[in-house]
């Protein structure tokens, strides 16, 4: 048996080893990716009882297919991300292992891939492999209190849960592939009042070791027992993703636990969120030569798509972004709106920005 020794080397050295693969085809994918997502993940009501900020089970679960297709074409994309399973555990689609939305009136992830292949359109689905509120509510001894942010360790029971649903996905709905987001460890906050049972069996399953008596690993131990638990879900996800396109979103490109990690150089696509181009640079050198990098550049307040898509450089790159609903409706303004007006006439900023990528997306002067 491997000694813990022995294991702390190894994960240091190249966490790589530990799921050595070939090097993946190159994925599928129009030539440049002009993407979006309607971003079912967070806002609408609150409801009581309900943990955290992530919108709770049933919101906007009367979101029309055709209606949503019609936005993304008008919008001049042709790549759809939506949702398989958002945040809250729920999935948008029927008849699977994974309870749908509460009150969902279509079967809306299978009717979005029908009519989105039909405008030869991707439509990519999403899963949070670190945050599910409804797993964290049915298992709290697998799970640290369900906040919005990082709460799940990868325990066996977890990567098989997260493994059928989306092998359950893949099979019922005909995606194209999915956004896996999130793919990190529990935060320090969510095991501030000590470490699950069920996290310390990880540990000791994965170091090969005993959980220190202080109740806190040594930082050198830490990130090689995250490193190998990140690395043990990739697998689980890569395997049942069953050729199909994996987009990871990642916050952290440049994170100690993703350094040396498969992950990166297996990803069919990796999104990078900040709109720096030293960073973008960076995280190049690190994806596999078959990697797409997309570039995302509208969804927070420190995006500026009209600035970024004007700079000649930028004009190639595959590109993606991201808004919430807005207040009455499950999609953002109508296209004709974003099209009426210059986009810095709009006050809201992803307004603003869904304007400008209106634009750049359909061939239009910015």
Known sequence: MTSRREFLAGAMAGSAALFARNAAAAPQGPKQI??????????????????????????WADASPERHVAWYEALGANVIQTFAVSCNGYAWYKDGPVP???????????????????????VM??????????????????????IS???????DAYL??????????????????FMIDWLWNPKPEARKRGWLGSEKQLFEQLTRGRFPDSGEPAP?????????????????????????????SCNKLTDPSLAGSPVLRECGW???????????????????????????????????????LSAPENRHLDIYGFAAPSENSSLPLDISEYLAKAPESFSNVNDRNIAALARFYRGMKL
């Open 34 to 59: 002009k993407g979006f997502c309607v971003d079912f993940n967070w806002g609408g009501p609150k409801r009581e009882g309900w943990p955290n900020a992530f919108a709770a089970p049933g919101v």
């Open 270 to 308: 990796v999104m990078n969120e900040h709109p720096d181009p030293s960073y973008r640079m960076a995280v190049h050198k690190a994806v596999g030569p078959h990697t797409r990098l997309v570039q995302c550049v509208l969804g927070w307040k420190e995006h500026d798509t009209k600035a970024f």
């Open 160 to 177: 098989d849960y997260l493994g059928g649903a989306i092998e359950d996905a893949v099979r019922r709905t005909g995606i194209d592939g």
């Open 220 to 248: 050198q131990l830490m990130l090689a027992y995250e490193r190998s638990a990140l690395n043990r879900c990739w697998g689980r996800i890569r395997e049942a993703a069953r050729g199909r396109i994996v987009w990871l």
């Open 125 to 146: 689905a999403y899963f949070c492999a670190a945050a599910n509120t409804r797993w964290g509510l049915e298992h709290p001894d697998l799970s640290y209190d369900p």
């Open 149 to 155: 942010d990082y709460h799940i360790p990868f325990t």
């Open 100 to 122: 749908p939305q509460p009150g969902l009136e279509s079967d809306f992830l299978t009717e979005m891939v029908n009519l989105g292949h039909a405008r030869n359109m991707l």
